[in-house]
């Protein structure tokens, strides 16, 4: 079947724009993670979700940061006033339920911000 | 707070060989640890998942042992070939919180 989608592959932006990210999880997986993974930090939690709810935003590095999950299926991750330190590769996983379950991850959208 | 540690950082071996990757944490109260996979640009490939009641699963040449008290982890790899060279990253779930938390993962190349 068919995997974890993302959207778009690549996003190169200026400084100070806000900048969309999509995701589409495995039809049928009820939790949805996203993750950044930037040069030197490594691969660091951001949001999950349960449904369409967010019980954890704790890795939402600042307020500029947000997403949200609509119809139980796809999410987006908004990053507001871009900042160079936000470049990286956003990945996104889902499983089909929350705890006991394996993780499988999208191909990621890698942001340059200039 | 969980922290993951992968050793070695790197490691190049030639074709044929057997090898072993380390992953270490630092809080044993986990619920589940995960192998991935990561080819150059690419997403995470989910290798093996193991529950923390169980001490090894098995794929392929590839086998992940399980010591939860000790708090390691060990990927096996079989017969490697040159296809294998990718980042093996490392990751697991404690019972604090739904994320996965990361190890800085190893960097395996598999020389014809």
């Known amino acids: 079947g068919a995997g974890v989608s993302q959207s778009?592959?690549?996003?190169?932006?200026?400084?100070?724009?806000?900048?969309?990210?999509?995701?589409?999880?495995?039809?049928?997986?009820?939790?949805?993670?996203?993750?950044?993974?930037?040069?030197?930090?490594?691969?660091?939690?951001?949001?999950?979700?349960q449904g369409n709810s967010a019980p954890d935003k704790s890795g939402l590095p600042s307020d500029r940061f947000s997403a949200e999950r609509t119809g139980g299926s796809v999410s987006t991750l908004t990053i507001q006033r871009t900042q160079q330190e936000d470049s990286a590769v956003y990945l996104c996983a889902s499983s089909r339920?929350?705890?006991?379950?394996?993780?499988?991850?999208?191909?990621?959208?890698?942001?340059?911000?200039? | 707070k969980q922290e993951v540690t992968q050793i070695p950082a790197a490691l190049s071996v030639p074709e044929g060989e057997n090898l072993v990757l380390n992953c270490s944490f630092t809080d044993s109260a986990i619920y589940n640890l995960q192998w991935f996979r990561q080819d150059p640009g690419k997403g995470l490939t989910s290798l093996l998942l193991i529950q923390s009641s169980q001490r090894e699963q098995t794929s392929g040449r590839l086998n992940a042992s399980l010591d939860k008290s000790s708090g390691r982890s060990t990927l096996y790899i079989a017969a490697s070939q040159p296809g294998d060279?990718?980042?093996?990253?490392?990751?697991?779930?404690?019972?604090?919180?739904?994320?996965?938390v990361f190890g800085k993962g190893t960097k395996l190349t598999v020389n014809p």
């Open chain 1, 97 to 114: 339920v929350i705890t006991y379950n394996e993780q499988f991850f999208g191909p990621g959208t890698r942001l340059t911000v200039l």
């Open chain 2, 85 to 100: 060279s990718a980042t093996y990253l490392c990751a697991v779930k404690d019972n604090r919180a739904e994320k996965l």
């Open chain 1, 8 to 49: 778009p592959s690549n996003k190169v932006t200026e400084k100070g724009k806000d900048v969309e990210l999509r995701c589409d999880p495995i039809s049928g997986h009820t939790a949805l993670y996203w993750y950044r993974q930037s040069l030197g930090q490594g691969l660091e939690f951001l949001i999950y979700f």
